[in-house]
């Protein structure tokens, strides 16, 4: 049910265009008033244009037209009247030209502020980015952990097939994770010895720390809150919402979960050295199914089977 879900969501805009298409596709051979079935033609046109850019809304207007032309071969009577024979034809090419146009120009104004979306999207991930770098440079043992963290969940995302923007925020709260650290004392960051108990539950507040600090800035981090919150939590557990409902981890934290532990045990450490890329894994793939979720870690060995046969 969760993988239809994701297909669901994955290809929504083309289910939408493909059913008001195919519904006026039937209307077509059903409805006897010309007027109303060249209109509602205009609508999965603009639709396909807005959701999908220029190309596929040409495509989708180009169907249109050659559906409407089959309707007249089989129905002419419906189409062309020996009266206003001329006048008909007139009306079916202009209807054609507007259609075309409309597909043009709504999937160009589409594509523009894509491309615009496209910038703003890259400016920001890379000021967290920089930020990142800031806050671990300070640090020789953790510099560069949220990058890799980042680039990792984000690879772990892609080979799981899931949807661009879900990609896009996983990769955000890959390096943002560890945010909430810049409220914990240097004492504790870089104790080389084993915390104490009321040091670790100061170094576990990270999550939510910087949850907290995520929520200040409003609604532009929201899909990115959750996922810094529960990186931690295990896939057994289960967490509840402002609502009371309780849910599992989210999927993202899962990812985050794997790529953050897989960094931690191979970087070394004020208090260890750290493991070997192919000993890392079998910690992780041990632990499948309790402290990670089985299907991210599949994904993740995938990854880093390619990259030990690439090195």
Known sequence: MEGFKQVVMKHFEEIVVGVIFITAFIGTYFIKEVSLILNFYYLPVLVGSYFLGRRIGILIALLSILDVLICTMIFPHRFFTDQNLLHSIIKLCSWSLFLFLASITVGTLYEQNGRRLEDLKNAYIGIVEILAKYLESTDRYTKGHSVRVAELAMEIAIAMELPRPQVD????????????????????????????????????SHSVRGAYLLTTVGSVLKEVVPIVVA???????????????????????????????????TTDRPYRKGMLPWQALEEIVSKA???????????????????????
């Not at 004392?185 to 170094?203: F, I």
């Not at 295990?234 to 993202?252: H, R, W």
């Open 169 to 204: 925020n996983i990769r955000a709260a890959g390096l943002l994770h560890d945010i909430g650290k810049i409220e914990i004392s240097t004492e504790v960051l870089g104790k080389a010895a084993a915390l104490t108990t009321e040091e670790r539950m100061e170094m576990d």
């Open 231 to 265: 990186h931690h939590k295990y896939f057994i557990d289960t967490i509840e919402s402002n609502t009371g409902e309780v849910q599992k981890t989210p999927l993202g934290a899962r990812i985050v979960a794997v790529a953050d532990a897989f960094d931690a045990m």
């Open 289 to 311: 199914g309790k402290q990670f979720d089985p299907e991210v870690v599949g994904a993740f060995k995938r990854i880093l089977s390619e990259r030990i046969e690439r090195s």
